[in-house]
């Protein structure tokens, strides 16, 4: 509006009937003039402030912002589902948070031969599709576990499928290996390599120093059962990509998928997938063959575990994941969630997954190591595994509840129970295995 047409320029000419029309102008542009300078100062504020919040969100995953706003905020507005997939996007794009503390050296680990940072891994199904690695290295794991990976595309089981248990700390999924298929998983994998990669003896498949990549591999719905080929096919098209291979035959949301775990069927299908990672050619990234290891379900009996132990000790299958989700509910759960069908993974699933681990650890030899997996969340529940005789650990439903912090959080518990007792995670390791180990002859 124009000032000749306000009150305000009358009550001037009012006041000072000598003064010119510049005058007043002076005056107005003086008022606007000022008005400008707060609102410059206003915007410099929200824009500092802006800039230092995402400074601590980006440089600090620890920041409490991820575990007690971000992380709810993101489980509270979607669905499990779509708060995963939104996770997963966010450590693709780049801009996730990041672990900036350097690891103790008591928390060193070996894999076999090859020194890891900590033992803290994360278990395969967050990133599926390995869209995230670089990102979930970034939060201070010392080895991700991608997939489970199909040989063909597969959707998985209808939806919803996944469900939060707070109550309990815990989740159940039925995912059923939703996968965008090898090829998918395998351009992102070779769009990762450096374009001046020099292979050197410590160089592994995720190209940062002190950490490791697995493949979890997995059958798609259409295959026959019994077939052990849709394996041979993924060792054979991520033999050279990985450092590990996961063999993953405890999922309980693939009908027909767990009874590989029977004798005869895992027999034939150990034998397949060693035959196979044995013909390949060393990878061109690491200038090895990967590593083959089995992940079994927490929920066989002593017996089949003794009888899944011989046969690991014949194949000589270089380790063990113990264990994936259960089928069980225990009686503990209180959340409504309780009974949707799936598999339980989380806090309530640890004592049965470290019985497991314990089972195994006395029946296979000190030169197989297993990986400890279930209701992991602290430095203190990693010091249990270790102290039942499991060489690294993997955190999963932990992760989800906690967010990004989470890996920084047990490596700084562990580190001060390791130092209360003056020892390290390695010697802890290594006095378990030896003692809890079976007697080679």
Not at 284 to 296: C, S
Not at 301 to 313: F, G, K, N, T, Y
Not at 328 to 357: H, I, V, Y
Request: aromatic fraction near 6%; include cysteine.
């Amino acid at each position: 509006m124009h000032l000749r047409t306000t009150g305000f320029y009358h009550v001037l000419r009012k006041q000072a009937p000598h003064r010119s029309p510049v005058f007043v102008r002076r005056i107005t542009t003086a008022s606007s003039s000022s008005q400008s300078s707060a609102r410059t100062a206003i915007y410099a504020t929200v824009l500092t402030a802006s800039v230092g919040l995402f400074a601590v969100y980006y440089y600090d995953a620890r920041s409490a912002m991820h575990r007690y706003i971000l992380t709810p905020a993101l489980r509270h507005t979607f669905d499990a589902e779509t708060g995963h997939r939104i996770a997963v996007k966010v450590l693709r794009s780049g801009l996730g948070p990041r672990d900036p503390v350097q690891d103790d050296e008591r928390l060193r680990s070996e894999f076999w031969g090859h020194e890891l940072s900590n033992p803290v891994g994360l278990a395969a199904g967050f990133d599926k599709d390995g869209e995230a690695i670089d990102g979930i290295l970034n939060l201070g794991f010392s080895w991700v576990e991608i997939g489970s990976v199909t040989p063909k595309p597969q959707p998985g089981n209808p939806k919803p499928r996944v469900f939060h248990l707070p109550d309990d700390a815990a989740l159940i999924n039925r995912y059923g290996f939703p996968s965008q298929g090898a090829a998918s998983v395998i351009s992102r994998l070779r769009a990762r390599i450096p374009k001046f990669h020099e292979t050197k003896d410590d160089t592994t498949a995720a190209f940062k120093p002190g950490s490791v990549l697995a493949i979890n591999l997995g059958k798609n719905k259409s295959s026959p059962v019994e077939s052990p080929d849709d394996f041979v096919t993924g060792v054979k098209t991520f033999g050279p990509y990985a450092d590990v291979l996961v063999v993953n035959v405890s999922s309980p949301n693939t009908p027909g998928l767990r009874g590989l775990q029977n004798r005869e069927l895992l027999e034939d299908l150990l034998t397949s997938v060693k035959k196979a990672r044995d013909e390949l050619e060393p990878s061109p990234i690491t200038a090895r063959r990967p590593r083959l290891v089995l992940k079994i379900a927490p929920d066989l009996e002593e017996s089949q575990i003794v009888d899944i132990a011989d046969l690991i000790r014949k194949s000589n299958i270089d380790g063990v994941i113990v264990s994936n989700t259960t089928i069980s509910r225990p009686a503990s759960l209180t959340d409504l969630n309780k009974s949707e069908m799936g598999g339980l993974s989380g806090a309530p699933l640890k004592p049965r997954a470290l019985q497991a681990l314990k089972t195994l650890r006395a029946h296979v030899p000190a030169s197989i190591p297993l990986i400890g997996c279930g209701g992991i969340s602290t430095g203190a529940d990693a010091l249990d595994y270790a102290r039942a005789g499991a060489s690294l650990v993997q955190v999963y439903t932990g992760f989800g509840y906690d967010g990004v912090g989470t890996c920084r959080r047990i490596k700084d518990e562990l580190e001060v129970l390791l130092k209360a007792e003056n020892t390290t995670w390695k010697t802890v390791v290594d006095e378990s295995v030896r003692k809890l180990s079976l007697t080679e002859s």
